[in-house]
């Protein structure tokens, strides 16, 4: 019977092996009945296949947002700033697009605005920051170049930091300070005119530079009121048709001018904010009276 019952088990370890049905739990051997083969192979495919979320979508568009921005870093190191540029305007195409994408699928979460948050640091600070950098700030000698081309970054973390804590620094479609992408697109505008059509000596671009740098860094961190960008929707066409159609109008003026005509949108972005700062500040006077 020892010898019977030896050649049993030892077969039914083998088998323990062979068979996935017969599972080992410590010292004792279980044997689990299998159902149809075909069954439980069908209903593993099905297990095995991966759920996406819905919520994953918009963050597809943020993570090619990222994706421009750490391209745009490695063209400029490689001395290619017209694409180095040209990854920055991309990179705040996805920024939009991943809002607009949250909205129509209903999909905003805590976790979309903080990524959004990291990518906008890669893209809109630390990509202009090294650009700035490596286009002429690097002539200037010493540590000056890299200090103030690290304001465009630590502009940017500050600026994305305060509308995180205190969200809403965004209230009633207007910014506190200047945004980010709109930071971004100054400069890759400026890049991108220059690379295209150079007039300015060299000390000269060092200057603009420089003084661009250190005035998009402090509008960042101010407390200057901006516009937001309509978004994009019916709701919104029938609400500001008027904003709307100038928006669409200033859009096919940068296709069809390109960096020039970005560069001084841009520029006159700044200054609507500036002088719309300004009003309030004035009216606030008046009433104080």
């Known amino acids: 019977m020892s ?40 209903g593993d495919r099905k297990a095995g296949l991966p759920f996406v979320s819905r919520s994953m979508v918009p963050s597809l568009f943020t993570v090619m947002n990222m994706v421009c921005g750490y391209v745009s870093i490695v063209m400029s190191g490689a001395d290619q700033f017209v694409a180095a540029g040209g990854f920055i305007v991309l990179a ?59 304001l465009l970054l630590v502009g940017s973390g500050l600026r994305l930091a305060r509308f995180n804590s205190v969200c809403p620094g965004y209230s009633n479609g207007s910014f506190s300070g200047l945004p980010t992408p709109a930071q971004a697109l100054t400069v890759a505008g400026f ?10 000596e060299s000390y000269q671009l060092q200057n603009a530079l420089a003084m661009m740098t250190i005035v998009l860094s402090i509008l960042m961190i101010s407390r200057v009121n901006y516009y937001s960008l309509p978004k994009v929707s019916l709701e919104t066409l029938r609400e500001r048709p008027v904003q709307t159609v100038f928006y669409v109008a200033v859009f096919f003026c940068v296709l069809v001018y390109q960096a020039k005509a970005l560069f001084v949108v841009m520029l006159l972005y700044i200054l609507l904010g500036l002088l719309k700062s300004l009003s309030m500040i004035f009216r606030e006077l008046v009433f104080q009276r």
């Open 92 to 150: 705040a195409i996805f920024d939009t697009l991943d809002g607009f994408v949250a909205r129509i699928t209903d999909t905003t979460s805590r976790f979309g605005v903080e990524l959004d948050s990291l990518s906008d640091l890669v893209s809109f600070g630390a990509a202009p920051a090294y650009l700035v950098y490596t286009f002429g700030l690097e002539d200037i000698g010493g540590i000056a170049g890299i200090v103030l081309s690290s």
């Open 191 to 200: 890049v991108l005119w220059m690379s295209s059509d150079p007039m300015l």
């Open 3 to 42: 010898m019977m019952s030896g050649k049993g088990s030892s077969l039914l370890k083998m088998k323990a092996i062979k068979h996935p049905s017969v599972i080992r739990y410590g010292a004792s051997l279980h044997v689990v009945m299998r159902h149809d083969t075909k069954v439980d192979n069908a």
